[in-house]
């Protein structure tokens, strides 16, 4: 974990959970969301820029 000002804090490994880490259905599912929305903006900027290539070599 990295703090605001970079410096590094260790992360207990018997923590709340007992060094156990069980990913929530919520944490999942925003971590889907996110990668789709991340390979949607590489789609629109590939396309875009497929686009511009197009024209500009005509």
């Keep these: ?3 605001s000002h970079g410096q590094q804090v260790p ?3 018997e ?3 007992g060094g156990r880490y069980r990913p929530q259905v919520g944490h999942r599912r925003r971590a ?3 990668y789709g929305t991340l390979v949607m903006a590489i789609v629109g ?3 875009s820029l497929s686009t511009f290539l197009a ?3 005509r």
């Design 11 to 13: 992360i207990d490994p």
């Design 1 to 3: 974990m990295i703090q």
């Design 45 to 47: 900027l590939s396309l």
């Design 32 to 34: 889907w969301r996110e």
């Design 15 to 17: 923590g709340p959970h």
């Design 55 to 57: 024209a500009a070599l």
